[in-house]
């Protein structure tokens, strides 16, 4: 089976949660999603159980990525955390499991096998943008207005 690499978007839709299977990700992505679920201690379960795995791609994955992102135009819409998972996708050879549309075209951009986040009856679902930089909430905005970091995606079930 290909290594699952998880983005942000995939922590914040609880994909690591309901799969037994072998999860990947960055330090810097770790460090951005380690407070989800962290009352019921979901994260570190995870790790404990071997189920998420936590990995620094080389630089020279990196580099590719960042190169590839600026060919794309993509590049001012990926943070550091986009590009270091893009990275290990690439360092792995695995499939990447995202809902962020920029770091998609990049990794596609890269023959890379990209999975989009499933999201079952989406039709009762609406979506609330956050700032991962300062905490504030928006209805819609890809860039924080407040701090200018780069807003992520989170569903809002009713
Ligand atoms: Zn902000």
Redesign the pocket.
């Given at each position: 089976m290909a290594f699952r690499v998880l983005d942000a978007t995939s922590f914040y839709a609880g994909i690591p949660f309901a799969s037994q299977n072998i999860s990947y990700t960055t330090p810097l992505v770790f460090e951005e999603v380690k407070h989800i679920k962290k009352n019921q201690g979901a994260i570190t379960v995870l790790i404990e159980s071997n189920r998420l795995k936590i990995v620094e791609p080389e630089r020279e994955f990196t580099e590719m990525v960042l190169r590839k992102a600026e060919e794309t135009g993509d590049h001012q819409h990926l943070s550091k955390e986009d590009v270091s998972v893009i990275a290990l996708c690439l360092q792995l050879e695995g499939e990447l499991i995202t809902d962020d549309f920029a770091v998609s075209n990049v990794a596609k951009h890269m023959n890379l096998k990209v999975v989009p986040i499933m999201t079952k009856g989406a039709d009762r679902i609406s979506w609330v943008y956050f700032?991962p930089?300062?905490k504030?909430s928006f209805s819609k905005a890809s860039i924080?207005p407040?701090?200018?970091?780069k807003t992520r995606r989170k569903s809002s079930k009713r």
């Open positions: 700032c930089g300062c504030s924080c407040i701090c200018g970091s």
